[in-house]
């Protein structure tokens, strides 16, 4: 059974920084096509934040470029986040494509002002 866990979230001050964990278990490096980065916030929409393909192709949303850093190393993607802001804050969701899609539970990240 493929699962998906994150890790890494908590409280930060605004400007501060957090390292997020996705590790994909249950399946073969080879078989996770992508793995990618979301956040929901309390009363919207769930976004997607940043992706990594098997390929090593990346992608960010507008809102984080320069900010984020997406990086993975065998069946872990990381989510480097610099200069955290109050908007920021959300629950943080790894996607994995094995190829059908598996999500974790989410890990919170608060930044305060």
């Known amino acids: 059974q493929v699962q998906v866990v994150e890790s890494g979230g908590g409280l930060v001050q605004a400007g501060g920084s957090l390292r997020l964990s996705c590790e994909v278990s249950?399946?073969?490096?080879?078989?996770?096509?992508?793995m990618d980065w979301f956040r929901q916030a309390p009363g919207k929409q769930r976004e997607l934040v940043a992706g990594?393909?098997?390929?090593?192709r990346i992608n960010y949303a507008d809102s984080v470029k320069g900010r984020f850093t997406v990086s993975r190393v065998g069946t872990t993607a990381y989510l480097q986040m610099n200069s955290l802001a109050p908007e920021d804050s959300a629950v943080y969701y790894c996607?994995?494509?094995?190829?059908?899609?598996?999500w974790g539970r989410g890990t919170q990240v608060t930044v305060s002002s």
């Open positions: 249950g399946t073969s490096i080879f078989s996770i096509r992508s």
């Open positions: 996607k994995a494509d094995v190829p059908f899609a598996v």
């Open positions: 990594i393909t098997i390929s090593g």
